[in-house]
């Protein structure tokens, strides 16, 4: 019996040291490609913290109430302070419109979001759905491109009742692949977001599905706040490293969510919340990052509103 539990010990101890350096290899093979093109977005060289960190300061378009015209919109976040913002696509803009806003307010449009990610979903079991899905990225990518912008945000699965884990794994990676040419074609990055969506649990499987693609034109698009319900974010930030691209900030307080329920945690006003933000800034310091947007994702208004919201954003991450 003695000899059984030692070598039942040993086998643990030895699957354990092999997982541990799995996920280092995980952790570090791509670090190098993954920047590659995403030169604007981030510094390559890791800095050991000598060179400050600069978050540009952006707002979803959504979130926008300024009266007026887009031009009007976009003119108002210039003056607030703003240095982007992200638009929705597929859309009902015309190109035309965004762009004299654009150039006429000097505000960048550093991306965009794929606006029906949460519809047609790249893991639904409907091969048409997923097709369509594939088309409306298709369209976002090039929408980015003609606005100037670097950059699609993907929700990539949804994990339900009608979609196991391991199917949304697998369609969604393959419908993905279909876009990436394009992606690659007009240098725009698919950045998956990490959301609420049942997929990618850890920082480290979602290395791993990253990784996978083996494209530099992939990599996440990192919300802060959505990981402080059930973790910490500058750990996901170790973890991810440069596979991040961009990064959505929002405020989440795990106390309103245990008193009023989860999503009532997203309440909490950025700097007024549970996310260590020196902490996080630290890890992408240490990380290598010099530069990256940084996109408010939280409830929006008018000028005063956003005037708190920036002032709050520059709290968090402090200019350089």
Known sequence: ??????????????????????????????????????????????????????????????????????????????????????????????????????????????????????KQTLSHPDEAVRAQGVTALEQAIRDSKAYGGTSVLLVPAVVNRDVSYADAYKRSQAEIKKAIPLAGELGIRILFENVWNNFLLSPLEMARYI??????????????????????????????????????????????????????????????DDCDWPAVAKALTEAGFTEIWGTAEVRGGNAERLKDILMRMNKAFPKA
Do not use: C
């Open 1 to 118: 019996m003695q000899d059984f539990l030692s070598r039942r010990s040993f086998l643990e101890a030895s699957a354990l040291s092999a997982a541990a350096v799995a996920a280092t290899g995980l952790l570090t093979a791509r670090d190098s490609q993954a920047g590659q093109t995403a030169k604007s977005e981030t510094t390559g060289a890791a800095n050991g913290g000598q060179v400050p960190l600069t978050v540009k300061k952006a707002v979803k378009i959504g979130m926008v109430q300024i009266p007026g015209t887009l031009a009007e919109k976009f003119k108002g976040l210039k003056e607030l302070g703003y240095d982007g913002v992200e638009l929705d696509s597929p859309s009902p803009l015309k190109l035309d419109e965004v762009l004299e806003a654009r150039d006429k307010s000097g505000l960048t449009i550093h991306g965009v979001v794929d606006s029906v990610h949460w």
């Open 211 to 272: 990784d996978e693609f083996d494209s530099p034109v992939v990599g996440a698009y990192f919300d802060v706040g959505n990981i402080v319900h059930y973790g910490w974010p500058q750990h996901w930030v170790q973890a991810l490293g440069k596979r991040i691209g961009k990064l959505d900030i929002k405020g989440f307080s795990r106390s309103i969510a245990d008193k009023e329920g989860k999503y009532k945690g997203f309440n909490a006003e950025i700097g007024e």
